[in-house]
């Protein structure tokens, strides 16, 4: 399954899969963490209010847009694991749930930014509310656990335990972080 680039955007991956990263050691991904598997999650480098579409289809599972602050200091190991759970919950966010039952974390969206009239449809028809590929699902923003601007894409298989791997159809370059920074990647 192909996905299509949820931006119009040019496309900086500032976070590939397996964490690593052009400017630090390496990143926030390269374990699976308490809230979910973000080893195949991707980091787009996206100025807040740039406007996301759906990657591929699906139906809304869950979405939160009530989140205004950012917590990067809470990022790190040692930070204060209650504070660091209440400074994850906002994180807003929109979830897809495709037809193969895999579903799709589009994450730290803006303060209010999950489209409109998906909420709109929302409020009517809950859970059967289908977003098409391509269709808008709201606006990138800087919300939850997030050291800067951008939108965290994951795909996870069944359980937010398990993420897996994806292939967009409008960018041919690997997203394998231990291909693009195999320096990042030694043991
Ligand atoms: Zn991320």
């Given at each position: 399954m192909t996905y299509t680039l949820p931006f119009s955007t040019p496309v900086q991956i500032t976070q590939g899969f397996f964490g690593g990263q052009r400017t630090q050691?390496?990143?926030?991904?390269r374990k699976p963490n308490r809230y979910h598997d973000s080893r195949y999650a991707v980091d787009f480098g996206l100025a807040e209010g740039t406007q996301l579409r759906a990657a591929r289809a699906g139906f809304v599972v869950q979405w939160q847009d009530s989140g205004r602050f950012n917590?990067?200091?809470?990022?790190?190991?040692?930070?204060d694991s209650e504070l660091k759970k209440r400074a994850a919950k906002e994180m807003n966010f929109v979830t897809l749930c495709h037809d193969d039952g895999t579903f799709a974390v589009y994450a730290?969206?803006?303060?209010?930014?999950?489209?409109y009239e998906l909420k709109e449809r929302w409020k009517k028809t809950g859970r059967n509310t289908r977003i098409e590929q391509g269709q808008p699902i709201g606006w990138s923003g800087n919300t939850g656990?997030?050291?800067?601007p951008h939108l965290h894409l994951v795909v996870c298989k069944g359980s937010p335990k398990e993420s897996v791997p994806i292939v967009f159809k409008d960018y041919q370059?690997?997203?394998d972080d231990r291909v693009l920074f195999p320096q990042l990647h030694k043991k």
């Open positions: 050691d390496y990143g926030t991904h917590y990067a200091d809470f990022l790190q190991d040692d930070a730290h969206l803006y303060y209010q930014g999950v489209d656990l997030s050291t800067g370059r690997t997203l």
